[in-house]
C-alpha cells in the first residue's frame, strides 16, 4: 500500500505560479510511478502530467505543455508539479496518483484505471 499526500493548493490569480507537492510513503525508486490528474466541477477527470521515478521520464498533456513542470526528489520521495501562466480553466482539484510497475506503451500514462493509489486531492483557483 502506498500513501499519496497533496499539498500546495491555493488561490492564485491568471497568469500566476503555483507549485503543487505529492509526498510518497514509498521510495519514488522502486518501480513507482506518480501522474498528476485534476476535475473541475462538472468535467470529467483529465490527466495532466506523470513522473516515472524510475527512469525520470516526464508526460504532459497537450494543454500544459510549456507550462507545467514535473519533478521527483528521491531524497524526500516527492514529486512537484510547478504550475506556471496559470488560466482560470486550470481551477480544478488536483489530485496525484501512484502506480507501481512499468507502462507497456508510453500512451497509458494518462489512464486513471491504471493506478491504485490516489490522494485526497487540493484545490486550485486561478481567479482575480
Known amino acids: 500500500q502506498v500513501q499519496l499526500v497533496e499539498s500546495g493548493g491555493g488561490l492564485v490569480d491568471p497568469g500566476g505560479s503555483l507549485r503543487l507537492s505529492c509526498a510518497a510513503s514509498t521510495s519514488i525508486q522502486d518501480y513507482l510511478v506518480i501522474a498528476w490528474f485534476r476535475q473541475a466541477p462538472g468535467k470529467e477527470r483529465e490527466a495532466v502530467s506523470c513522473f516515472d521515478g524510475v527512469d525520470r521520464t516526464t508526460y504532459y498533456a497537450d494543454s500544459v505543455k510549456g507550462r507545467f513542470t514535473v519533478s521527483g526528489d528521491s531524497a524526500t520521495n516527492t514529486i512537484y508539479l510547478q504550475m506556471s501562466s496559470l488560466k482560470p480553466e486550470d481551477t480544478a482539484v488536483y489530485y496525484c496518483?501512484?502506480?507501481?510497475?512499468?507502462?507497456?506503451?508510453?500512451?497509458?500514462?494518462?489512464?486513471?484505471?491504471?493506478?491504485?493509489?490516489w490522494g485526497q486531492g487540493t484545490q486550485v483557483t486561478v481567479s482575480s
Open positions: 496518483a501512484g502506480f507501481r510497475g512499468r507502462f507497456t506503451r508510453p500512451s497509458i500514462w494518462s489512464s486513471d484505471s491504471i493506478y491504485d493509489y
